[in-house]
């Protein structure tokens, strides 16, 4: 009769500790300290849109756009694997590749702007494997910009942080780009 009780008891016990399993969906928040690291990053983005083996196709458009002359007019949508390389030229070393989307995200055509929704994967090195992702408005016309470093994978797991994008090549009539990268993560 003791054995049943004490039983009872440790049964009740239980119930009383272990969370209820169906009770609440989220655990007991708690603080993580953690080290974080910075790592910055230099590579060249070649965007590709010409050609017979274009890195960027255009997936989807608006039909109020039609007929118009720009290689890329609003509502576009564009998807990517654009390769990675060391430096500008083509036959640079390919060290990843960006895949994703990109939209094509103003009205006006002087201050061409586009979404990005990107994931930045490395192929070679300490970094090969792990990614970094960019969702960002970036507003291409400007020398000198800025887009949002929003995660990570691998080895850039929860990585935040920034990237500072320039132009080194466009060619305003196929819209071929080439784009240096300056990015700084931090996870
Ligand atoms: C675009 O498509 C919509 C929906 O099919 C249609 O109503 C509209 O007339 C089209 N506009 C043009 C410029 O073709
Ligand atoms: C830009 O692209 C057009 C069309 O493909 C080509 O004829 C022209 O030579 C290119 N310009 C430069 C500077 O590469």
Redesign the pocket.
């Known amino acids: 009769m003791a054995r049943m009780a004490a039983f009872v008891c440790a049964l009740i016990i239980c119930i009383a500790i272990v969370p209820a399993a169906y009770g609440e969906y989220y655990t007991k928040s708690r603080h993580v300290p953690r080290k974080e690291k910075v790592t910055r990053l230099h590579f060249f983005l070649h965007d590709i849109l010409s050609g017979k083996n274009p890195s960027a196709v255009k997936v989807a458009g608006?039909?109020?756009t039609?007929g118009d002359k720009s290689p890329t007019p609003f509502g576009s949508v564009y998807a990517i694997d654009d390769p990675l390389k060391v430096g500008p030229e083509p036959d640079s070393k390919t060290i990843g590749n960006a895949q994703g989307l990109y939209l094509s995200s103003s009205q006006d055509y002087s201050k061409f702007t586009i979404v990005m929704c990107v994931d930045f994967g490395f192929t070679k090195g300490k970094f090969k494997g792990s990614s970094f992702s960019v969702f960002s408005r970036n507003p291409v016309t400007e020398a000198d910009r800025e887009v949002a470093v929003v995660g990570g994978r691998g080895k850039f797991r929860m990585a935040r942080g920034f990237a500072k994008v320039k132009t080194s090549y466009f060619n305003a009539t196929n819209g071929d780009a080439v784009l240096e990268y300056k990015v700084t993560l931090i996870y």
């Open positions: 608006s039909n109020r039609e």
